[in-house]
């Protein structure tokens, strides 16, 4: 037997199995579960067979239970069925901070549900299903339905169900539900302003200002004065405002403010205070002194609740003018000097009248003039000059440029607003004047002058007549200079260095001139090579220094036969076969001057070509030796001079010759003669190679005398001098 038989047990209960055999002695119990699942279960024996325990029930316990009982050789099975569950109660959250017209999402939630898949959720409004949901998860898991929609003022109070259904569960438990009443929370309202004993009273009197509000507690309430630029005061914090004693200060709008967490409402009221007008000024905009030109606005300002007229009156001694205004402000425009006085402005209600006064001063105009360039200004005659005359101080000045006799000029002018220009281009010598500008603004009259002082000093002078002469000779120079302006202002110097030779000042002239300077000069020999200087210095202020002095010069070159003539071996007249010289010739000479270059010996003269005064001799040989000359001609005579070349070199072509032969009988004499070629003469020594014996000869002839045997050997010949030597060697055969 087993029991039982099938069980429904929630999550974490107790459950026992129980197996028992009848008519065996001793029966053998074995438990096993289908599908292969572990048991999860203690088994025990008991007094009338085997117990399986469950404790605490858990989902794994969900399955078959089988119960094998062996009884000698026979056997039989008997089998329990075990469903686990678990439910709880569900949970509705999001019903709180509830508001009309806006949505609001409501959640069920079961917080243990076995097997989920099994629970249906649904949602119910007063007994009607609003939405079904079937659980997706498996495995124990809360298992969680959302609802969203939105409230309007008739879900205030209405009931909302939660209801969860777990098919897996017994009947009793298979049903579980919550509901939740749904309070919305509404926003401050207000219902009205009222003002007691209304919102227009006399200045002096009491007002109270209500503000009747409903709406979820808790409500503050505020009110506030409003400002002309959108500024607020608070001045009561409380649904009642109560003003005792007001002033006109006290008119204006006021704001009542009812607010929650949930939101605010506001609601205006306009009061009025009525009082004659106060603080009536009049004021004067951008000023009350102005200058002539000027624009200046008038107007009258005042406070009053009620419908006011403002007048605005010119006051004089004699009458008071009313200005036409129907804003309160009166523009003039240009200000004139007559517009001066006092100004009177008005403002006239019901209860009364106030009266305010301003002094306006009407000013000539500030006139200043400035004139550039400013005095004494100097200007070369040819250039460009703008002459600018500035008024300041004057909104519309009238220009008029005039010479010094007070005549207009009609040259080429332009104004531009408050500037003027009058145009010199080209600037000439009928510029040299003053210059004014006249300046009218309204009745002031201004002028400014400058003086041009106009200069020509063009071209460097010219020297005319010729530097060259002899001695003796009376030397005659002219000093031109063209276009000078003024001329007065010129002075014209002779120079030789910085030795003053003649000064002569220019006379004055009322235009251009071409002034000239002349120079007489006696020449001597000395003269030759000065240098004479005309210079021109312009002598007048502004001018700039750079160009205030110019000059010419000439030199003087004296004719005479060449002198000073000098012929120059480069690098040196003494040099080494094969090396290169140039040989030059200078000379001093005023006129065209042929220069001749020639080689001499004993018996003839060698012409050498040379265009310019120079000849190379290259490379050079030891017959390039010798005596050259420079000679220089010009039509007045001639002038040499001369030099010494001398070319050196090492000993060279040696030959040696013995007589009469280099095989002797012994007693026979030999003459031994060498000759070379080299520069200056060398030293030649006879040397026996065995013995050293050694000889010397000036002109390289050496004697041997009665030879003998011994005198059988190699013999050297040794040519030397400062550049190097040349050695030949030869035997001697001394036969018996």
């Not at 069925?81 to 949505?103: E, N, Q, R, W």
């Not at 339905?145 to 939105?150: L, N």
């Not at 749904?182 to 309202?189: A, K, N, S, T």
């Not at 200087?533 to 070159?557: F, N, Q, R, W």
Request: hydrophobic share 35%; with cysteine; net charge negative.
């Amino acid at each position: 037997e087993m029991n039982p038989r099938n069980s429904v047990k929630r999550i974490g209960e107790e459950l026992v199995l129980r197996c028992s055999a009848s008519d065996c002695p001793s029966p053998l119990f074995l438990w096993t579960g289908l599908h292969d699942k572990p048991l999860y279960a203690k088994i025990e024996a008991t007094a009338s067979g085997s117990q399986a325990v469950l404790s605490p029930v858990r989902t794994e316990h969900e399955n078959s239970y089988v119960c094998t009982v062996k009884c000698g050789a026979d056997s039989t099975q008997v089998k329990a069925t075990v469903k686990v569950y678990d439910f709880s109660s569900p949970v509705i959250t999001g019903a709180d901070h509830l508001m009309a017209g806006k949505a609001t999402t409501l959640t069920c939630e079961v917080p243990r549900a076995y097997p989920a898949e099994y629970v249906t959720i649904e949602w119910l409004e007063e007994g009607k299903v609003l939405k079904e949901e079937e659980s997706s998860t498996t495995d124990v898991a809360k298992v969680t339905s959302t609802f969203t929609f939105m409230l309007t003022p008739e879900h205030d109070g209405k009931r909302i169900t939660c209801k969860a259904y777990n098919a897996n569960a017994p009947e009793e438990e298979a049903n579980k539900e919550t509901d939740v009443v749904l309070q919305l929370q509404r926003l401050p309202r207000i219902n009205g302003v009222l003002g007691n004993p209304g919102t227009s009273v006399l200045e002096g009197q009491s007002i109270t200002l209500s503000c009747s509000v409903e709406g979820a507690a808790p409500i503050v309430t505020v009110w506030r004065k409003l400002g002309p630029d959108g500024q607020s005061a608070v001045v009561a914090q409380s649904q009642t405002l109560v003003m005792e004693k007001v002033k006109l200060s006290d008119s204006g709008e006021y704001e009542c403010e009812a607010s929650s967490d949930l939101g605010a409402d506001l609601a205006k009221i306009q009061v009025t205070i009525q009082a004659p007008p106060t603080n009536t000024s009049i004021v004067v905009s951008p000023a009350a002194e102005l200058t002539e030109g000027d624009s200046v606005t008038v107007s009258c300002t005042t406070q009053s609740s009620l419908a006011t007229q403002i007048v605005l009156h010119r006051v004089t001694q004699s009458e008071e003018r009313e200005l036409v205004s129907s804003t309160g402000s009166f523009t003039i425009a240009p200000a004139q000097l007559e517009d001066s006085g006092f100004y009177e402005c008005e403002a006239i209600n019901e209860h009364g009248h106030e009266k305010a006064r301003v002094n306006i001063t009407v000013k000539a105009y500030p006139l200043q003039v400035e004139l550039s360039p400013e005095q004494d200004t100097a200007v070369e005659r040819g250039s460009s000059l703008v002459l600018t005359c500035l008024a300041k101080g004057c909104p519309s000045p009238v220009y008029t440029w005039k010479d010094p006799l007070d005549k207009p000029l009609y040259r080429q002018s332009e104004t531009n607003g408050t500037q003027s220009h009058l145009f010199l281009r080209p600037v000439g010598v009928e510029d040299d004047k003053t210059f004014n500008c006249e300046v009218q603004c309204g009745k002031t009259l201004q002028t400014k002058s400058t003086r041009i002082r106009v200069y020509s000093f063009p071209g460097s002078p010219v020297i005319e007549g010729s530097g060259s002469f002899t001695e003796g000779q009376e030397v005659r120079l002219r000093c031109s200079l063209r276009d000078v302006f003024p001329a007065s202002h010129v002075q014209i110097q002779w120079l030789e260095g910085d030795q003053v030779l003649k000064t002569e000042d220019a006379d004055y002239s009322a235009g251009l001139r071409n002034l000239t300077s002349e120079f007489t000069h006696t020449a001597r020999a000395e003269d030759n090579g000065k240098q004479i200087v005309c210079k021109a210095h312009l002598d007048m202020e502004g001018v700039p220094e750079y160009l205030k002095t110019k000059s010419a010069l000439i030199s003087l070159t004296m004719q005479s036969p060449p002198m000073n003539t000098l012929i120059v071996v480069s690098p040196a007249a003494e040099l080494k076969e094969g090396d290169s010289v140039t040989v030059s010739c200078t000379t001093q000479s005023s006129l065209a001057t042929q220069i001749v270059l020639r080689r001499v010996r004993q018996n003839e003269e060698r012409e050498m070509v040379s265009s310019t005064g120079l000849f190379t001799i290259a490379p050079a040989q030891l017959e390039d030796s010798g005596l050259y000359e420079c000679e220089a001609i010009n039509e007045h005579g001639r002038e040499k001079d001369r030099v010494q070349i001398t070319v050196k070199a090492p000993p060279r072509n040696t030959t040696v010759m013995v007589y009469p032969s280099m095989e002797v009988l012994e007693g026979q004499n030999v003459t031994i003669t060498c000759k070379t070629v080299s520069y200056p003469p060398p030293a030649i020594i006879l040397r026996k190679l065995d013995n050293g014996t050694s000889l010397y000869s000036p002109n390289g002839t050496f004697e041997l005398y009665n030879l003998t045997t011994n005198d059988t050997g190699l013999y050297e010949v040794n040519v030397t001098n400062d550049l190097g030597f040349e050695t030949e060697i030869f035997i001697i055969r001394v036969g018996e």
